[in-house]
């Protein structure tokens, strides 16, 4: 197991009261453990779950840490190595593939400066694709955390992306 | 007047969602009522009248599944919804999470009554955590409303359901592989026999239905099941939510009567998809999401129900119709439903995880001139075959139709690039 950035500089993201607040918050019930994962992931500001709360999670759980990790890689929404505080997935499946999303994902690319798959310098994106986010409807979509943008344009992308680095959700209302 | 036919969509940006009153306005919460008065074989006899084929994509008849699940004496017994719509070209389910939920939650109660349940959960993909955030609000006003809840309406039986959410796996809407995860656990298929109604959610008798079989279920108890039954197919009564995406004008969810419209209809009537934009034409469709049969236009005057579907070749699935211009290569698009078996397959039986990236790799070597020959393409269809026979799940078993339809139905593309018909290289191995 790759040691994270944030492991070797010795603190846990989130920090270890908030893992062990949102094991609580499901009665550190075993069955509760992707729902808890998901949180922790959340909480962590860098969409990722740490190797130490995933420790904490096995050790307060009851679970194996393999179990914890089976989970962590087996489930395609987790990711175990710090990513941007905005990832942005853009919808790969055919619906969307075939209503030009490979131009839009070329537009992200500009806007972020950053190729499909990396995080940039700065934690704040990483751009990834991802299987159908059920908005088929609208595609090209893109999903952002719980956030879904649909019938994406160039200019949808650029106004998208200003919006999320100025962490600002009153400004990417209607998009 | 459009032939759509407001059935489960009733109400539909009329009603707010969580509005218990709304709801009821609309008729709603009295099949729950019934649900707790009449004996439970009577609700689930409505039910087989009706011929409720299940919605999720596998078509298997809900009244046969209660009626298994009825039978079985051991308790407690526990009723599951499959919210993880997974399959690319459906977005129906969504819907109904989140305009219509108080209609998948009668549904739900509904089933609890017949089976006087000891809970209910509903397993809603990751993808769809906005929509979980909603749906919470619809289950705290039938809460209220004490259609969920402690002693529900006097009855003595109580009963609540529990959101449960995915992180992002298509094959947890494969049935036993949501209970895995709903467990907590890696959602990976389980081996049947048992049968789920025997041995489900934490080893218990379990009932899982799609969110539209369910939010389909109070509709047969108000109308009847012959009524219901008479305005869909012979077959199979009722409506079905069917969504349309691609290369079509008009991209939604439509509800039709099954049995009243064709395939042609939905795509290029301009009440349903309204044809294809941009002065493009028809060059295939994609039925029931990316495990579906994809069919030319010699199939376009097919009927859109279970029954005709099948006897063309087809079926409904998910209730997916996703259109394809003639821009589109076939092989490309095949490519993409591959690469997406590739990413989903779980990995737990050879024939999905090794098939899918064998179809893959045999996919893309056809697009490069002579570089495979006739006896390759043999090789193509064993292995195609063998995914169907000998995957471990349904999904498995599925992940080749898209290939064996399409090469059914453009077998030009297929043999286009082949080594005996390049004008170059032939015999050249």
Redesign the interface.
Known sequence: MTKTPDAEAGFCRPSEERVLEILDSYGNDPQQLIAALLDIQEASGRNYVDRRAAELASARLKVPLTQVYEILTFYSMFATEPRGRCVIELCESAPCHFQEAERVLSWFENALDVKCGETDADGVFTLSRTSCVGACDGGPAARVGDEVFVNLTRDKVARLVKSLREDDPASREGL | MSREKRLITRGLGEARPESVSDYEKLGGFAALKKALELPPEEIIAEIKKAKLLGRGGAAYPAGNKWEHLLRIPERPKYVVCNAD???????KD?LILDKLPLRLVEGMAVAGAVFRAAGGYIYV??????IQ?RFQKALGSAREANYLGRNILGSGFDFDIEI???????VCGENSALLN???????RPRIKPPHLAEVGLFQKPTLVNNVETFASVPLVLEMGGRAYLELGHPESGGTKLV?????VKR???YEIPLGSLTLRELIFDSDFGDGVPGGGAFKFG?LGG?SGPIFSQEKLDAVYSYADLRKAGLSVGSG?V?V?DSS?SVLA?LK??AA?FV??S?GKCVPCREGNRAVLKRLSDLEIPSALSRSDLEDLANIAAAMSRASFCGLGQSAATHLKTAWKAFPAEFERNLRENAAFGAGAR
């Not at chain 2, 993909?125 to 906005?130: D, I, L, N, P, T």
């Not at chain 2, 449960?164 to 298509?170: E, K």
């Not at chain 2, 995860?181 to 959602?187: D, F």
């Not at chain 2, 969504?243 to 290369?247: A, E, K, P, W, Y």
């Open positions: 719509e997974g399959e690319p070209g459906t977005f969504k993909r990751g993808e769809y955590r906005a955030k449960v959410s995915g992180a992002g796996a298509y995860s709903t467990e907590g656990r890696v959602g969504c349309l995406s691609g290369h991209p939604g969810v994609h990316q997916a996703v394809m589109v698009y993409k439903v997406f990413h989903e779980c």
